[in-house]
């Protein structure tokens, strides 16, 4: 597979210049005769307030897929702290910026040139310098509100994924993407106590002698009872190779022991498989840095052991909400021999990118089945959008959610993350499915019960649909909306996918005829 540049983990860092940003003197009377600046001390530390603050406006005004100019994000980041107090007020008056506390102006300051991040970071600052001796409110806050108030405000006008995640919020973030030291456990509270919900087979909690259903009673010879279950995960988590020790209680006999636990590398399972009657049923849950690799060793597997028995794989995406987009693209190249993937198009020259297939299909040519749904999105809908336009799958269920954007996520210097819509996906067959989504080859959307395939099949041609649906313009939001009531998104997850598709791989003149999309057919009720 092509190699991608790597847009989720960029290293942008804006250089902190403590730049005077222009301050104008003002005649504007002064609340208590107190002085304009205040020193904040050690609560907001200019240095870091004005290092995230630039770091964060040169990310969102470089990478927006939308032209964004720092100006626009520092005004109304401004704006945004009226969040934190509603007496606050900013107005943008002939290239000056009046700040309001009230029903009174307490200072002008002289906007710096619309590009410069890191004189607007330090507006801000100055900013909460000239508030701070009149808002209460202010005054009581930390850094992180500070944050968070001004960076919901400049990305409010982007669009609804581009975000802010604050330090605690984005290590999550990051964990779910590239894993993080535990023991692989998950655990259950029940009146302050907290019990073995899971255990994986291969985590090292299970080889140390934890059992689902014990109950955890100290970590490190610290009590658990009573804490908070984010508090008790923390207590579990640190650097690989260290180890911890757990006390438990055996439920059904009543015994505590003390375990020895070696943490190691902890990345969430997205891949569950079962085999039946000839056919390979993969529940994908999100995308992550495992997804594909577990997902190749699944199928190899069930080749190597059923050989001509292995009849065919279901992609069950439903419900899947995306995850990291090299690994999408990976999963969809298992199963392409050769040619285009996805490819990506945005305003920043990185976000230019065509991805191609290696030349080994690691299913041989096998039927591949998609089942997707209203909530199947982004990195989802690119398996499905490139599998189905190679004809090499047929997709089952409704139109997907229609988020065919890309996000790059820029680490900031609190360890918070900014996270920034940054280009488009376009399908191999050249269209955009943001606001469309996938349209599945066999429509059950509205569908209820189990139904039954075959006779209850009602078929159309399909190729004008198609070429609509693959030629409708982005910005003819009426026409795709028109486009996508052919088969509604539907958020309900059928049995009625699965027997459908278990038919569709097990019956090989069907599979044919769905799979070059000539036909669309819609489950009669």
Same mark, same amino acid.
């Given at each position: 597979m092509k190699?991608?540049?790597?847009?989720?983990?960029?290293?942008?860092?804006?250089?902190?210049?403590?730049?005077?940003?222009g301050?104008a003197?003002?005649?504007?009377?002064?609340?208590?005769?107190?002085?304009?600046?205040?020193?904040?001390?050690?609560?907001? $530390?200019?240095?870091? @307030?004005?290092?995230?603050?630039?770091?964060?406006?040169?990310?969102i005004?470089?990478?927006?897929? /939308?032209p964004?100019? &720092?100006?626009?994000?520092?005004?109304?980041?401004?704006?945004?702290l009226?969040?934190?107090?509603?007496a606050?007020?900013?107005?943008?008056?002939?290239?000056?910026v009046e700040?309001w506390?009230?029903?009174?102006?307490?200072?002008?300051?002289?906007?710096?040139?619309?590009?410069d991040?890191?004189?607007?970071?330090? &507006?801000?600052?100055d900013?909460?310098?000239?508030?701070?001796?009149?808002s209460?409110d202010?005054a009581?806050?930390n850094?992180?509100?500070i944050y968070?108030?001004? +960076?919901d405000?400049?990305?409010?006008?982007?669009? @609804?994924?581009?975000?802010?995640?604050?330090?605690?919020?984005?290590e999550?973030?990051?964990?779910?993407?590239?894993?993080? !030291?535990?023991?692989?456990?998950?655990l259950?509270? @029940?009146?302050?106590r907290?019990?073995?919900?899971?255990?994986d087979?291969?985590?090292?909690?299970?080889?140390?002698?934890?059992r689902?259903g014990?109950?955890?009673?100290?970590?490190?010879?610290?009590?658990?009872?009573?804490?908070?279950l984010?508090?008790?995960?923390?207590m579990?988590?640190?650097?690989?190779q260290?180890?911890?020790?757990?006390?438990i209680?055996r439920i059904?006999?009543?015994?505590?022991?003390?375990?020895?636990?070696?943490?190691?590398?902890?990345?969430p399972?997205?891949?569950?498989?079962?085999?039946?009657?000839?056919?390979?049923?993969? %529940?994908?849950?999100?995308?992550?840095?495992r997804t594909?690799r577990?997902?190749?060793?699944?199928?190899?597997? @069930?080749?190597?052991?059923?050989?001509?028995?292995?009849k065919?794989?279901i992609l069950d995406l439903?419900?899947?909400?995306g995850?990291?987009?090299?690994?999408?693209?990976?999963?969809?190249?298992? +199963?392409?021999?050769g040619?285009r993937?996805?490819?990506t198009?945005g305003?920043?020259?990185d976000?230019?990118?065509?991805y191609?297939?290696?030349p080994?299909?690691?299913?041989q040519?096998?039927?591949i089945v998609?089942?997707?749904? !209203?909530?199947s999105?982004?990195?989802s809908e690119?398996?499905a959008?490139?599998?189905?336009?190679?004809?090499?799958?047929?997709?089952?269920?409704?139109?997907?959610?229609?988020k065919? /954007?890309?996000q790059?996520?820029q680490?900031?210097?609190n360890n918070?993350?900014?996270t920034?819509?940054?280009?488009?996906?376009?399908? $191999?067959?050249?269209?955009?499915?943001?606001?469309?989504?996938v349209r599945p080859s066999?429509? /059950?959307?509205?569908?209820e019960g189990?139904?039954?395939?075959?006779?209850?099949l009602?078929?159309?041609d399909?190729?004008?649909?198609?070429k609509?649906?693959?030629?409708?313009?982005?910005?003819?939001?009426?026409?795709?909306?028109?486009l996508r009531?052919?088969c $509604? $998104?539907d958020?309900?997850e059928?049995?009625?996918?699965?027997?459908?598709?278990?038919?569709?791989?097990?019956?090989?003149?069907?599979? %044919?005829?769905?799979?070059?999309f000539?036909?669309?057919?819609t489950?009669?009720?």
């Amino acid at each position: 597979m092509k190699q991608m540049n790597n847009a989720f983990c960029s290293s942008i860092m804006a250089v902190l210049l403590l730049s005077a940003c222009g301050t104008a003197p003002s005649n504007d009377a002064h609340l208590s005769g107190q002085s304009t600046f205040v020193d904040m001390g050690e609560k907001l $530390p200019r240095d870091e @307030i004005s290092s995230v603050l630039a770091s964060g406006f040169y990310s969102i005004s470089e990478r927006a897929l /939308t032209p964004v100019d &720092v100006r626009s994000l520092g005004l109304e980041g401004l704006r945004g702290l009226a969040t934190i107090d509603p007496a606050i007020g900013i107005q943008e008056v002939n290239g000056t910026v009046e700040i309001w506390y009230g029903d009174q102006r307490v200072s002008t300051l002289v906007e710096p040139m619309a590009h410069d991040s890191e004189s607007w970071s330090d &507006v801000v600052y100055d900013t909460l310098s000239v508030l701070w001796s009149h808002s209460s409110d202010l005054a009581q806050t930390n850094a992180e509100r500070i944050y968070e108030a001004v +960076f919901d405000a400049a990305l409010a006008n982007l669009d @609804i994924f581009s975000r802010y995640a604050g330090k605690r919020e984005a290590e999550e973030h990051r964990d779910n993407r590239e894993g993080h !030291g535990g023991v692989n456990l998950t655990l259950d509270k @029940i009146d302050q106590r907290f019990f073995i919900k899971q255990v994986d087979r291969e985590s090292p909690a299970y080889e140390a002698g934890v059992r689902k259903g014990d109950m955890l009673i100290s970590v490190d010879g610290q009590a658990v009872v009573g804490k908070s279950l984010h508090d008790v995960d923390t207590m579990l988590r640190g650097k690989i190779q260290t180890e911890l020790v757990l006390e438990i209680e055996r439920i059904s006999t009543g015994v505590s022991q003390k375990l020895f636990v070696w943490r190691e590398l902890v990345i969430p399972q997205t891949v569950w498989t079962t085999f039946e009657d000839g056919v390979l049923d993969v %529940r994908i849950t999100s995308f992550n840095e495992r997804t594909a690799r577990r997902l190749s060793q699944q199928v190899q597997d @069930i080749a190597l052991m059923h050989g001509n028995r292995f009849k065919g794989v279901i992609l069950d995406l439903r419900g899947n909400p995306g995850g990291l987009l090299r690994k999408a693209v990976q999963v969809a190249d298992l +199963f392409l021999a050769g040619g285009r993937i996805i490819s990506t198009k945005g305003r920043h020259p990185d976000s230019l990118e065509v991805y191609e297939a290696d030349p080994v299909d690691v299913a041989q040519g096998r039927p591949i089945v998609i089942l997707m749904d !209203g909530k199947s999105a982004s990195a989802s809908e690119i398996v499905a959008a490139s599998l189905q336009d190679r004809k090499r799958a047929v997709v089952v269920g409704s139109s997907s959610y229609g988020k065919g /954007t890309v996000q790059s996520v820029q680490r900031l210097p609190n360890n918070g993350e900014i996270t920034v819509t940054w280009s488009r996906l376009i399908a $191999p067959s050249g269209y955009a499915f943001h606001g469309l989504g996938v349209r599945p080859s066999v429509c /059950t959307s509205g569908v209820e019960g189990q139904g039954r395939f075959g006779a209850a099949l009602w078929e159309d041609d399909g190729r004008a649909l198609m070429k609509n649906w693959r030629s409708v313009a982005i910005e003819d939001r009426t026409g795709r909306k028109k486009l996508r009531l052919t088969c $509604p $998104p539907d958020r309900q997850e059928k049995g009625i996918d699965m027997v459908v598709a278990r038919n569709i791989i097990l019956d090989p003149d069907i599979y %044919r005829r769905f799979k070059g999309f000539t036909t669309i057919a819609t489950i009669a009720q």
